[in-house]
């Protein structure tokens, strides 16, 4: 095979065609994953490249990896990585591959930190672009067409005529008068910049003389009637079970200088790679911290009722389930990290006694499940005293995330 000639079209081809055979559900793109991380390329230069040659190193590396994904093993092992949300986070075997049910997760905490918790400019966030989110790239299309029409339609408005608009219709019309209200919102604002800088100038005696001390007694004035603004806090939010650390890595990345999270996971392999996802991202120990403990465990006392979120993607899936799960799952992930017990809650529950000792007042408890026990979940949370329980959906509609407010925090004697 290394003496033969090998480009990235043959390459590419072959490699579908041989996992097809073996019953991969979607070849080409396994394929095309496999020689992005053999050859360092993008899958969009895959294409541009194709009759490029690999050389014997690329084709040794493509060879391994073709042999494990024909056994089962996922991509992402083989890979070394994959997306999540607006971050790359390092995967490895031992440690639970993150899945798009868990951006949703991500997204849910995003939104009560931002409305309960994060100051409207430390809320401000540009778009993110999530891979399951096509509407967000139609939606950017469309402002982009938006935009281009409105320029358009200003140039026309400037040059055409009277006669030209009779001519062409109601459609200039309208353009016209849209360039129209343009013009004279920008002579309101230039209006409303002359007085503001007529009005700071300095008060003048007889002979022409700034006023000393006029402006100093105005601003003290209006210095004391206007209230302070308020500090905007920073968030601080609990994970349990962090895996590969993506959740808390996406929140502090996503609200960076406002976020800040303590990760605990039992399985040493978790931390050290979360740990390296960390230093990837640029991230410091202070924004978001890794601990190896059994759930809460090494969390100091002095900080027990601070935090605002306590979040967990944990072990969920019921005994009975396990058997029947698909083979790159069962055999090749952790069932530390996917086995909940024989209704998948038992993680839960203990995090669930957790969580009124873990957060403030009106802080947020929000935890991934299984989609046969959101219902016994939510109910569970009504038990404890929880306050606005709700059930969310994930993609596919299934009933994923429970989410509930702590409203009476407790205190261990």
Request: aromatic fraction near 6%; charged fraction near 30%.
């Amino acid at each position: 095979m290394a003496n033969e000639i090998w480009t990235i079209k043959r390459c590419l081809e072959w490699t579908k065609e041989y996992l097809a055979e073996r019953g991969e559900e979607h070849p080409r793109l396994s394929a095309e994953w496999l020689l992005c991380a053999a050859t360092g390329l993008a899958r969009i230069d895959l294409y541009m490249r194709m009759d490029e040659t690999l050389n014997a190193a690329q084709l040794e590396t493509m060879h391994a990896a073709v042999v494990r994904r024909a056994k089962g093993e996922p991509l992402q092992y083989i890979t070394g990585s994959t997306q999540f949300r607006m971050i790359d986070v390092a995967c490895a075997p031992g440690v639970l591959i993150p899945r798009p049910e868990t951006e949703m997760l991500v997204e849910e905490v995003l939104n009560y930190l931002d409305a309960e918790v994060l100051s409207p400019e430390a809320a401000a966030r540009q778009r993110v672009e999530l891979p399951w989110n096509d509407e967000v790239e139609q939606a950017r299309k469309a402002e982009a067409a938006l935009a281009d029409e409105r320029a358009t339609a200003e140039r026309r408005a400037a040059n055409l005529t009277a006669a030209d608009e009779a001519a062409l219709g109601s459609d200039v019309l309208g353009s016209r008068a849209y360039a129209e209200e343009l013009a004279d919102r920008e002579a309101e604002e230039a209006a409303a910049q002359a007085a503001e800088a007529e009005a700071a100038e300095p008060e003048l005696d007889e002979y022409g003389i700034a006023i000393e001390g006029a402006d100093q007694e105005t601003v003290s004035a209006q210095d004391a009637a206007a209230p302070a603004p308020a500090e905007p806090r920073t968030a601080r939010v609990l994970e349990v079970g962090c895996g590969t650390g993506c959740i808390s890595l996406s929140l502090a990345w996503e609200r960076r200088g406002h976020v800040t999270c303590t990760a605990t996971d039992i399985e040493s392999r978790a931390i050290d790679l979360a740990t390296k996802n960390r230093d990837t991202l640029g991230l410091t120990a202070d924004e978001v911290a890794f601990s190896l403990t059994n759930l809460v465990s090494s969390i100091p006392r002095e900080e027990w009722g601070t935090f605002d979120v306590l979040v967990s993607n944990p072990p969920y899936i019921p005994t009975d389930v396990m058997r029947s799960l698909p083979h790159e799952v069962k055999d090749f992930e952790p069932d530390l990290a996917l086995e909940g017990g024989a209704d998948g809650l038992d993680i839960f529950r203990r995090l669930l006694n957790a969580a009124p000792y873990m957060l403030r007042a009106g802080g947020l408890f929000a935890c991934e499940l299984y989609e046969g026990a959101l219902d016994a979940a939510a109910e569970l949370c009504r038990q404890a005293g929880l306050s606005d329980v709700r059930i969310v959906h994930d993609l596919t509609d299934r009933p994923r995330i429970v989410r509930a407010i702590v409203t009476e925090p407790k205190q261990r004697q």
